[in-house]
Every structure is written in C-alpha cells, then in structure tokens.
C-alpha cells in the first residue's frame, strides 16, 4: 500500500500544469523532492482525465517500445481507410475478413494478423503518415511485426516506440472523435474491451466491474498497457503505461494503474479526502 501511495505522489509531481495546480502538489513537495531523487524502476506512464483534460506523468516524454500496442494505431489507421471508402471490413485478405483480422490483431494480439492489415494498407509507412497527417507526435512506426521480432533486441531503440505522455494524448484525440466517427470509434473501443491479454497489468487491482478498454504490448524485458479506464462517476482516463527492464513489470503496471485509479477518483473531489488517507494513510 506504501508503493502505491509513493508511486502516486510521484505522478503528482511529475504532472502537468492542469494538475500541478492543485493544493495537495505543494504541501507534498518535500516528500516528492525525495522521491524523484531516489532509486526507481524504468517505469514511464500517462493518464489524461479525458473530462476535465488533468493529467499527470512520469517519465512522460521518454521513450519506450511500444511492442504490440501500436496495434491501436494500426486499428485506427484500417477504419479511417474504411471510413474513406478505401478499404472494407468484409474484404477477404489471405482468406479471412479484415474484420476477423481486426478481431484477432485488438483481442488476442495477433501478430500475425496485424502484419496482415499492414501490408493490406501498404507497409508500415502507411500508418505512419496517417499519424503524421493527423499531427500525431512521438509515436514512430518503422517495422511490421515480424520484423520487430526478427531483429535484435534492443529496449532503448527509439524505432516503433512511443512516448507515454504522447500515446496517452493520442488516445484522448481518439476519444475525442479526432481521427474516426462514432461508429469506428465504438468499434474499436469495444474490440479494446474484450482484450484478452495482460489480466495481471492494468485491470488486474481495479475494482471488480471496473470498464477497460486497452491493448497490451510484451517484448522480452518490455511491458506495456494502454487504453482507458472508466471511473465510478463515469469520467474516463487515457492511459498508457511502459515498463523496462524491471522485476515483476505486470505487476508494477497493475499497481500503478490502481494509484491512477485512486488519486483519480479521491483527489478530483479534494485533495486530501478521508476515503484515500484511510486507504493509503496521511501524506
């Protein structure tokens, strides 16, 4: 319980002016001051109060792999080509819908079917300028799939990585309808809700019946989580979370998702509520 109150002080300091303006970041400066300043995991994360546009961060403007969750961007990418008429969801690609593709690539993480979809958009570069049109920053797209995998491991190279703080926001334009209808959008939110992979990172302490629509992304030494998670009131937050080179990665998603959560729900109606000093104790 200590970590996931520490963690959540750490995201308080390290947040965005919207958030930084609250009472409780400088009544905790001292003890931010000493948190930033010790030893810590290569953990980078985001989350954007998607009503009132809050938002915190940790390592936000750093650099990580974005391993299988750049799917969501190759996701959008298709619908907009669908949207255009360019492209159908029925189509028949190596023998199979471009929906079913779809299908496999958001809810059981189908490299194969991603490499797929890309190749039916015309490479990699496709994706990457659909972002670029759409002025979407610190997202890079360089390799399919299986080239990714292919290639040597290397967990600080800055091709198909992302920034936390710019996947979050990325997702928050998404919500906002930026780059798809409603329809899409609806569609592809509800393909991220049925995700069957990562149970033990993001979802994995929120209450139980807490919504989630998001998309995991695993390479040896790597673990991410992005996507959106609903609040009892009904807010949403876009999230992303990155974990490198650290012990127990899902595990340390799980619980900063769980101090998201919390310094969400309680610090949105006061600074220092009861509910959140009863559960995490008196900063």
Not at 141 to 147: K, M, N, V
Not at 190 to 218: F, I, S
Request: aromatic residues 10%; positive net charge.
């Amino acid at each position: 319980m200590r970590f996931t109150a520490l963690l959540f002080w750490l995201l308080a300091f390290a947040a965005q002016p919207a958030v930084a303006a609250n009472s409780f970041v400088s009544s905790m400066q001292n003890e931010l001051a000493m948190l930033v300043t010790s030893k810590s995991a290569d953990v980078g994360l985001a989350a954007i109060d998607l009503t009132t546009g809050e938002t915190v961060s940790v390592r936000g403007n750093m650099q990580y792999p974005m391993a299988s969750t750049v799917k969501v961007a190759v996701a959008a990418t298709y619908l907009s080509y669908v949207e255009n008429g360019d492209r159908s969801l029925k189509k028949e690609i190596a023998g199979q819908t471009a929906a079913h593709l779809m299908r496999r690539m958001l809810v059981h993480s189908d490299n194969h079917a991603t490499d797929l979809l890309i190749r039916d958009l015309g490479g990699p570069e496709t994706v990457q300028k659909w972002l670029d049109f759409h002025k979407v920053g610190g997202l890079r797209i360089d390799r399919t799939i299986a080239q990714l995998l292919r290639a040597k491991r290397d967990l600080y190279d800055e091709r198909d990585s992302a920034t936390p703080l710019a996947f979050a926001k990325f997702l928050a334009r998404l919500d906002r309808g930026e780059f798809l209808n409603s329809w899409s959008k609806g569609y592809l939110l509800d393909l991220m809700a049925q995700c069957m992979t990562g149970r033990n990172r993001m979802k994995h302490l929120l209450p139980r019946g807490t919504r989630v629509e998001h998309k995991t992304g695993t390479l040896d030494g790597l673990s991410d989580d992005v996507g959106f998670i609903t609040l009892p009131d009904g807010r949403r937050l876009a999230v992303a979370f990155f974990a490198r080179a650290t012990n127990n990665r899902p595990y340390t998603i799980a619980t900063a998702a769980k101090a998201v959560y919390d310094g969400f729900v309680y610090y949105a109606r006061s600074p220092y509520s009861t509910a959140y000093r009863l559960q995490y104790g008196t900063p």
